[in-house]
């Protein structure tokens, strides 16, 4: 029993650090542009879905599928920002009718990729092999995924505290008003953080799908999760989106060994819920007021 | 204008009229399906389009109320009929939890808490497989209506008129509230939640109210399904629910009254006649959506030309009618020194805001709070009604403690401010602004304005003639059906004083009133000021119109980076040596004023 636990643990790691990954270009955006984007969740589909049709209708190899899932999502995410929400943002009730458009374009999205691809999951061969450690065994595609999101999640990091653009776009987060004031291009720091959003997400989706499966609905679940990792993790911010990632992933793993599966996903669902209702500043976050 | 017997008087007549004419069972189960959905909006639209809360999960209360009508049926043999207004109270129980929840935080967290709450009532529903009967769903025996045989019609038609009626009543109560205190609270709550606080406007109850009536109506809709679909499914709480009325409500017209019923109809109607667009319906849904968001945010309603959108207007003044006294209170309390400050502290990170004020206001003074900008004026206002708690000190307002009060509790205890910026309802007219403020003085429960009682008349009324007597005391009754947002800055001033006049304060704290005023504007505003004192009010003013405040304080009060440097009448504090070394500090203006 205990083998069996040990072993959920390392497999919800890496199931959550691909909800860390969705959780994270959620935040960001949120940090940022101060809005919520609903279609995150379906950019994550998307890198899956070109990651099945790039191994399999084009016979391409798992590890250069991956950057053309992440170029796709770029793409999606700066059309997500042009369509839904760039023209919106000015507005008097801006916040509100970006998710509103946003929540329209992923169910846009999610409808298209049904009656184009079909709704039935399909399996998506990843890295080979497998790894013995101790009592447990994790796939290769499993320690890519806890290796690549590391790396990704190191990247970020660095591009945030070191690059010139990083220095920017904290600076938009702190205060748009002020960016732009010392001139800086504002609809460019969200143009390019909407598409970094994006890229992550389509990684996740394409790191994630090998594991759990491609389906066309992957991106309303994930997004859901990605919101009960956002709300305790506290909304903005970027560490506590990583930490509550994988601890969503690793507490959803080890519930489902004991409640199954359903009832172990509304338990963390319930979490969010419980989580504004005690602390809706998150764990990370000061209380307001 | 629309009256509730009105509404209810045309679906009484639709419900028969349509019994009659639509005989084809396909037709009427369309309609009737249309009918449901636009009650559903109807339910979504009163927080959307009343709170502006964007809503994702509003099929967590149409599910909730087919599943729990399902199951009294199913479980304890009763008829579906019968156990049919029961489904109001999970609604409610779910809206109230749901409003609490999420509704203090707003906006965002209103729309993931929603969709949180469907899905875990979906997977609920779909594995708690004792109970629900997971996806195969519950089945559920619907007996034929009483009247149904002795009319000679078919079920379909009996089922249709029965929802029209519903309907009727809804949209009635509906429009009942949205013409109450409660409802004028919500549009209050969402334009500007921290002046509708001062006012004394209960926020957080405010927009719990609102969801759990929204949630009630969405599980009524949910229960009335049943006759159309036989089978209740945990798809019942999924997104495309959610999705299909948050669409009728917004492409109708949130903000309108009837705009989401008949957008429920549109949408239950559109699918059945384009049958071939079935698979793609959800994506042409969506398309529309983002369409409507992007280009017609108001819905199809904010096409008609304005002047036939409905507008409440002010009564007409009554010749020799005074209106009521506008100060019954100010003589009442024991307290001879109405508000007590002492040793009042508050630091943000690091810098000190207030430190150790203290100072009294007696009943019927008029005190001026002065200091240069940064003196920590404001901050003391803050914590004075509530919206900052002090890190230490004491404020007693007519013997007793306010710390630890919430803003509206203060408001509801006779001190009311006004803010700097004169933050107001924009869109809604002067008098309707004043009449919002009017709660506080003429009380009113729910039931009463649901069911617009004759005592509610009674009290609307009087509300009404209070918030015309303020007008009248502010000379603004001229003003009463403009825009607030219309008027000209000095008199956007005047209706914020009006406004807290209207919650009938006994202790007045107003936030730079003649701020951006023009000297005529001042002066008209010092006329205002020294009229409330000779009616009986008390008033503490911060401003840095240094003339007008020497003409018309009785005491001034003066603050300089957080402490209280002097206070005593006019004439003291302007020969002051640490007043006039903290001004000259600052600017060279304001001294000369103070000598002229």
């Known amino acids: ?289 | 204008m629309t009256s509730s017997p009105f509404i209810l008087g045309v679906g009484a007549v639709l419900a028969v009229a349509i019994g009659f004419l639509v005989d084809s069972p396909y037709f009427a189960s369309v309609l009737a399906y249309g009918v449901v959905l636009g009650i559903f909006s109807l339910g979504l639209g009163l927080t959307l389009g009343r709170m502006g809360y964007v809503t994702f999960g509003h099929a967590a209360f149409f599910g909730l109320g087919a599943y729990a009508v399902a199951l009294l049926c199913v479980e304890f043999g009763l008829s579906y009929w019968a156990v049919l207004p029961l489904a109001l109270l999970p609604g409610v129980g779910l809206g109230v939890l749901v409003g609490f929840v999420s509704a203090r935080l707003g906006g965002a967290y209103f729309a993931i808490a929603t969709l949180t709450t469907a899905e875990i009532l979906r997977l609920v529903a779909a594995n708690w497989i004792d109970l629900t009967r997971g996806p195969m769903g519950i089945l559920v025996p619907v007996t034929p209506l009483p009247w149904q045989e002795a009319l000679g019609w078919n079920a379909s038609q009996a089922y249709l008129s029965l929802l029209v009626v519903v309907a009727a009543i809804v949209l009635a109560l509906i429009h009942n509230l949205n013409r109450s205190p409660l409802g004028r609270a919500w549009v209050a709550v969402r334009e500007a939640p921290d002046l509708a606080e001062s006012l004394g406007i209960p926020t957080v109850r405010a927009r719990v109210w609102n969801v759990a009536l929204s949630g009630a109506i969405a599980s009524l809709a949910g229960a009335l399904v049943l006759p159309k679909i036989f089978v209740v499914t945990p798809d019942l709480f999924g997104v495309a629910n959610s999705a299909t009325g948050l669409l009728a409500a917004i492409l109708g017209g949130k903000a309108t009254l009837l705009g989401p019923l008949l957008g429920g109809i549109v949408f239950a109607v559109l699918p059945e006649t384009l049958r071939f667009v079935d698979a793609a319906r959800l994506a042409i849904f969506a398309v529309i959506l983002l369409v409507v968001v992007r280009l017609l945010p108001g819905g199809i309603v904010s096409l008609l030309p304005s002047r036939l959108r409905p507008r409440i207007r002010a009564p007409q003044p009554v010749a020799g009618d005074a209106g009521p006294t506008l100060f019954p209170a100010a003589a009442a309390g024991t307290a001879d020194e109405l508000l007590q400050v002492s040793h009042l502290r508050k630091s943000f990170a690091g810098v000190t805001a207030t430190q150790d004020v203290s100072f009294t206001v007696r009943r019927g003074e008029l005190v001026g709070l002065i200091g240069p900008n940064g003196a920590g004026k404001t901050t003391c206002f803050s914590q004075l009604s509530g919206f900052l708690a002090p890190d230490a000190g004491q404020i007693a307002f007519d013997g007793r403690s306010v710390i630890g009060q919430a803003p509206h509790r203060i408001a509801a205890r006779g001190m009311v401010r006004t803010f700097q910026h004169a933050a107001l309802a924009r869109n809604l007219s002067v008098y309707e602004n004043v009449l919002t403020a009017t709660h506080l003085a003429l009380p009113e429960t729910v039931l009463a304005s649901a069911l617009r009682l004759p005592s509610f008349r009674r009290r609307e009324a009087e509300r009404a003639r209070l918030a015309m007597a303020c007008l009248a005391a502010l000379d603004l009754t001229a003003r009463a059906d403009e825009m607030a947002q219309d008027l000209p800055y000095g008199e956007q001033k005047l209706l914020a004083i009006a406004m807290a006049l209207a919650t009938r304060p006994r202790l007045l704290l107003l936030d730079e009133p003649a701020a951006g005023l023009n000297q005529v504007e001042a002066a008209r505003l010092a006329d205002v000021l020294r009229m409330l004192q000779r009616a009986g009010l008390t008033l503490v003013v911060v401003d840095h119109n240094l003339k007008m405040m020497m003409a018309i304080c009785d005491r001034i009060v003066v603050l300089h980076h957080g402490a209280l440097i002097a206070q005593g009448t006019p004439a003291e504090v302007r020969s002051h040596p640490e007043v006039i070394q903290a001004y000259l500090g600052g600017q060279d203006d304001d001294v000369a004023e103070m000598r002229s």
């Open chain 1, 1 to 289: 029993m205990f083998d069996i636990l040990l072993q959920q643990i390392a497999n919800g790691l890496s199931v959550g650090m691909g909800y860390a990954l969705v959780a994270l270009g959620l935040t960001l955006i949120f940090g940022v542009l101060h809005v919520i984007n609903f279609s995150h969740g379906e950019t994550f589909m998307i890198g899956g879905l070109l990651t099945l049709i790039a191994t399999t209708t084009l016979g391409l190899p798992y590890l250069v599928a991956l950057p053309l899932a992440g170029l796709g999502g770029a793409v999606l995410g700066l059309a997500i920002n042009w369509i839904s929400v760039r023209p919106l943002l000015p507005r008097r009730d801006g916040a509100a009718d970006v998710l509103l458009a946003t929540f329209a374009v992923s169910i846009l999205i999610h409808q298209a990729v049904i009656m184009l691809w079909g709704p039935t999951p399909a399996r998506i061969d990843g890295v080979p092999g497998a790894f013995e450690i101790g009592p447990v065994v994790l796939t290769g595609q499993r320690l890519f995924v806890l290796a690549a999101g590391l790396a990704l999640l190191v990247a970020l990091e660095w591009m945030l505290r070191r690059t010139r653009f990083g220095v920017e776009l904290r600076a938009v987060a702190q205060s748009q008003f002020a960016a732009r004031v010392v001139g800086i291009n504002v609809d460019r720091v969200n143009g390019v953080t909407f598409g970094i959003a994006a890229v992550v997400a389509a990684l996740g989706g394409a790191l994630l799908s090998p594991v759990i499966l491609y389906s066309a609905s992957m991106g309303q679940v994930v997004i859901i999760k990605a919101f009960v990792v956002v709300v305790i993790g506290g909304m903005g911010s970027i560490t506590g989106a990583v930490a509550c990632g994988l601890l969503v992933g690793l507490l959803e793993a080890v519930l489902g060994l004991f409640a199954g599966e359903g009832i172990a996903t509304a338990i963390i669902y319930s979490l969010l819920l419980a989580m504004l209702l005690f602390r809706p500043q998150g764990l990370t976050g000061k209380r307001a007021r």
